[in-house]
């Protein structure tokens, strides 16, 4: 039997009912030579887990970044939820080791599959959901998937502000424009980060986010702005 109390743990949440996490975990194979098992398998709540990891994602970015376009999020999002992306969440935290599942499915390699994963992981965030709201299931989805925001921003062209103020501030000035960590509020959890971005020992851009990364690149933003618009060598 999967250690209910072990993936609680990773997961972060202590579930009020705990039948809601065993749904998450069965696999259709497991029902089909176990018909007698009371909670049935999880593609009921592999569907609603779809749509509220949509939902958390989108008010992430939404909340976060002002500054993108509906096209520009919609991208995003949809990097952050596909297959690919969830398949490798759930690798990370062992998911597949947890996982009810059927002799057959188990000897094809049933428990590395993404559509098995990936299923698993979004049946868990409706659990957590249906257990616990919104709030706490938003808190577990954007920790386990922290590492794969930081990747799709550093590939989005959002994040190319930095680099364009870098480009901009050594060719008119030769030099490197540094950053700086003015504060750090909130508890663990929901921290949050303001950072300014100085050219020649002036403030040209200040900038606030949920990571210091983020923060950074709002400042760069801001500095470009006022670079482009009114700096004055």
């Not at 949509?54 to 949809?78: H, N, S, W």
């Amino acid at each position: 039997m999967p250690d209910m109390a072990a993936l609680q743990k990773i997961l972060g949440v202590t579930f009020n009912q705990l039948s809601l996490l065993e749904q998450a975990l069965v696999h259709s194979s497991y029902i089909n030579e176990n018909p007698d098992y009371v909670s049935g398998h999880n593609e009921r709540l592999e569907f609603f887990g779809d749509a509220v990891l949509d939902f958390i994602v989108a008010e992430k970015l939404y909340q976060e970044f002002p500054d993108l376009t509906e096209g520009k999020m919609t991208r995003l999002r949809a990097m952050l939820v596909r297959r690919d992306t969830l398949a490798r969440v759930a690798r990370a935290i062992s998911l597949g080791d947890y996982l009810y599942m059927g002799k057959g499915e188990e000897s094809s390699g049933g428990r590395d599959k993404a559509l098995n994963l990936a299923g698993a992981l979004e049946a868990i965030i409706a659990a957590v959901y249906l257990d616990q709201g919104i709030m706490v299931a938003g808190k577990m989805v954007n920790r386990i998937l922290a590492g794969e925001w930081e990747k799709v921003f550093r590939q989005s062209t959002y994040l190319d502000y930095k680099s364009k103020l870098q480009e901009l501030v050594q060719s008119r000035f030769q030099i490197t424009p540094a950053y700086r960590l003015v504060s750090e509020t909130g508890p663990d959890h929901d921290k949050s980060f303001t950072v300014e971005v100085m050219v020649n020992a002036e403030v040209v851009g200040t900038g606030t986010g949920k990571s210091k990364k983020i923060a950074e690149t709002e400042a760069a933003r801001l500095a470009l702005e006022r670079l482009g618009a009114d700096f004055t060598e």
